[in-house]
């Protein structure tokens, strides 16, 4: 049984496919083993982003775990899950509609028992090795721009950054942007931040039970509750920052086409669309 369905596995290796360069033999003898094809590893490296397994449990006869790491390493430098995404948000500004008036923004920490380059004390699991997932959202939890971080850096420093990841996902934002946000920004720092870029904002206030000023922002919570049901994301054990954002960008381009199959199904007919029947 596939990892993912196929309507999602489909749509999301035609566009990653589409992005790829032919690869060129450049060996001196030409008598090296045959290279494995991009779709075979393909879905050994989306095998470890559901699960969360090492490469070594995931591999095969026809794949080994170098080989993966290698793709890996190799599609993360041409930034090929960061493309996708974009291809994702076009598709689903065209069909559907973003809605880039009201966004949010919020900071995940999850586990990084291997360290690397973007990991630091967690100071939520005993100063454990983790990491930070900063997010920004459209009003319907769409994630538009991601960061990664140590996860003992601190929201308000990351907002400017994973704001200037959305612009550059989806383009020019709107004049008027509202940016919400939880009381962990609420700091004159911030204001003058979100000024300078020229949003305003919506900003829980220290003090306050989070219920009675939740807002807006709730879509950003439901975000990474998504991003939170891919293993590797919430154990990763990858050292290379490049390599790491490859993965978040990846899992959000799968969120991305989940939405967008769900609120197309009843607006839109295409030949394969899936059922929502439930078998018998």
């Not at 050994?44 to 090492?54: E, F, Q, W, Y």
């Not at 291809?87 to 586990?111: F, N, V």
Request: proline content about 6%; aromatic content about 6%.
């Amino acid at each position: 049984m596939p990892v993912l369905p196929s309507c999602l596995l489909e749509l999301l290796w035609d566009q990653f496919v589409a992005l790829l360069s032919e690869h060129v033999d450049t060996h001196p003898l030409g008598c090296h083993n045959p290279r494995i094809p991009d779709r075979v590893v393909f879905e050994h490296v989306i095998a470890a982003l559901v699960h969360g397994s090492g490469y070594e449990r995931v591999a095969g006869p026809g794949c080994s775990d170098r080989t993966i790491r290698r793709r890996v390493k190799h599609w993360a430098e041409l930034g090929i899950s960061e493309q996708v995404h974009a291809l994702a948000l076009q598709a689903y500004d065209r069909m559907i509609g973003l809605e880039l008036g009201e966004l949010s923004a919020d900071g995940c920490i999850t586990k990084a028992p291997c360290g690397g380059e973007a990991a630091g004390r967690s100071p939520v699991d005993r100063g454990k090795q983790g990491l930070k997932r900063s997010v920004a959202s459209e009003a319907r939890g769409v994630p538009l721009g991601l960061v990664s971080a140590a996860a003992n850096r601190h929201d308000s420093p990351l907002l400017v950054p994973t704001l200037e990841a959305a612009k550059a996902q989806v383009g020019p934002l709107p004049e008027q942007v509202n940016v919400n946000l939880d009381r962990g920004y609420d700091s004159d720092k911030t204001r003058a931040a979100l000024a300078e870029l020229g949003f305003t904002g919506t900003i829980a206030r220290k003090g306050v039970p989070a219920p009675v000023q939740a807002g807006k922002r709730w879509v950003i919570e439901r975000t990474h509750a998504w991003m939170n049901g891919f293993g590797k994301l919430r154990r990763c054990t990858e050292k290379r920052h490049r390599v790491v954002d490859f993965y978040l960008y990846l899992a959000a381009a799968i969120v991305m086409l989940r939405m967008l199959i769900r609120r197309a199904t009843p607006l839109y007919r295409w030949d394969g669309r899936p059922t929502t029947r439930r078998l018998k």
